[in-house]
Structures are given as structure tokens and as C-alpha cells.
T-cell receptor, first 114, second 115 residues
Framework: DGGITQSPKYLFRKEGQNVTLSCEQN?????MYWYRQDPGQGLRLIYY???????QKGDIAEGYSVSREKKESFPLTVTSAQKNPTAFYLC?????????????FGSGTRLTVV | AQTVTQSQPEMSVQEAETVTLSCTYD???????LFWYKQPPSRQMILVIR??????QNATENRFSVNFQKAAKSFSLKISDSQLGDTAMYFC????????????FGDGTTLTVKP
């Protein structure tokens, strides 16, 4: 079945540590997105990519980095510069960034700073 | 910048009854898309229904329908014959016609369906 796989489901980070969240899709979608979800709030866009080897900052990119070396993969690194990384992270994809179809989401990664 | 407002943080409904979730948005765009997403306790976000702003006809997907009022910038979701599986957080989202598919989300409404 086609879909988006995020791993791990739960991730714990120590202060000052970088961690990478994995997002893989087999939907042949060109566009991929990373959103952050905090309790009681909607999703906020971190980074997005419309094509391989190209990505753009979203609304809250500070302290995060991404890469898009393959169409199927869009990993997110939470760096030590991100002062409040505890949140739920959602990866999404869409066909060519075409708004008509909305997003397909992964099941998310819960990141906790310990 | 676009904003999306969901004024009802929490709602509840009895099983088999009908409930309406409200959403308003602010934009100067003429062409855009609106979505309702469902996030059940499993946290897996699922697209429920979509509406293209240039279409006057309200979208319908089985028990889910919308009331799209473009002039009022309102986009409410009606769930008919509510089922226990409808218990979830519901997010309204706005997407411009040409913006690389980036969306603006509301803060969500937690819906509880009671038996």
C-alpha cells in the first residue's frame, strides 16, 4: 500500500543534541512538507520541498534543517539551536504541490527533550 | 498572510445526531482551496473533505458536508449521523491556488461523540 512512513514514533533528545526524523513516501509525490504540532495549536510549517535537491523554509524554520536527495525521502534534523523542540512532528506529501488533492500525512513522530 | 480561525475548541454530540464545526478564514485571494482534516487519537491525519473556492456547490463526502460561504469567508463542516469513530480533532486548512501547496491550519476542534 502506498503511504508515508515516519520513524521513529517516539524520540528522546538530550540537551545540545541533534536528532533526525525520518520521512519516506512511496506515493511518487513530488512535494513534501514538515509540520510541527503543539498542544492546542494547529500545524505550523517548518520546511517544504517541491522537487529533489530543492527545499524552502516555512514559517518556523529556525533550529531545523532538511535535505531532499531522493524523491522518496525528506528527513528533518532538529538541531541544538532549536530551543523548544518538544512537539509532535508530521510529514506530509502532495501531488506536485497541487492543492486540489490536499495532503497525505505520515503517522507522526513525538519528540521529547529529556 | 492568511489566517484560519476555529472558534470552538471542544464540542460533543450524541451518537446518530448531527453536529456542525465552524471555521472562518481571512484572505485577499480569490482562488484557493479549503480542507477539513481529521486527527483521531492515533494522531494519523486524514483528509475528510475539500472545497475549491471557485465552485459554488458545497462539497459532500458521505456523512460529511460543508457549508461554504465565500463572501463571509466561512467554511463549516457538518457531520450527519455521528458515529463513535468520528471522535477526533478536526482541523480546517486553507491553501492558496499557487503557493507550492503550503497550508495554513486552524487550531482545531476536539469533537467527542457520546454513546
Amino acid at each position: 500500500d502506498g503511504g508515508i512512513t515516519q520513524s521513529p514514533k517516539y524520540l528522546f533528545r538530550k540537551e545540545g543534541q541533534n536528532v533526525t526524523l525520518s520521512c519516506e513516501q512511496n506515493l511518487n509525490h513530488d512535494a513534501m512538507y514538515w509540520y510541527r504540532q503543539d498542544p492546542g495549536q494547529g500545524l505550523r510549517l517548518i520546511y517544504y520541498s517541491q522537487i529533489v535537491n530543492d527545499f524552502q523554509k516555512g514559517d518556523i524554520a529556525e533550529g531545523y534543517s532538511v535535505s531532499r536527495e531522493k524523491k522518496e525521502s525528506f528527513p528533518l534534523t532538529v538541531t541544538s539551536a532549536q530551543k523548544n523542540p518538544t512537539a509532535f512532528y508530521l510529514c506530509a506529501s502532495s501531488i506536485d504541490g497541487n492543492p486540489l488533492y490536499g495532503y497525505t500525512f505520515g503517522s507522526g513522530t513525538r519528540l521529547t527533550v529529556v | 498572510a492568511q489566517t484560519v480561525t476555529q472558534s470552538q475548541p471542544e464540542m460533543s454530540v450524541q451518537e446518530a445526531e448531527t453536529v456542525t464545526l465552524s471555521c472562518t478564514y481571512d484572505t485577499s485571494e480569490n482562488n484557493y482551496y479549503l480542507f477539513w482534516y481529521k486527527q483521531p487519537p492515533s494522531r494519523q491525519m486524514i483528509l475528510v473533505i475539500r472545497q475549491e473556492a471557485y465552485k459554488q456547490q458545497n462539497a459532500t463526502e458521505n456523512r460529511f458536508s460543508v457549508n461554504f460561504q465565500k463572501a463571509a469567508k466561512s467554511f463549516s463542516l457538518k457531520i450527519s449521523d455521528s458515529q463513535l469513530g468520528d471522535t477526533a480533532m478536526y482541523f480546517c486548512a486553507f491553501m492558496r491556488d499557487t503557493n507550492a501547496g503550503k497550508s495554513t491550519f486552524g487550531d482545531g476542534t476536539t469533537l467527542t461523540v457520546k454513546p
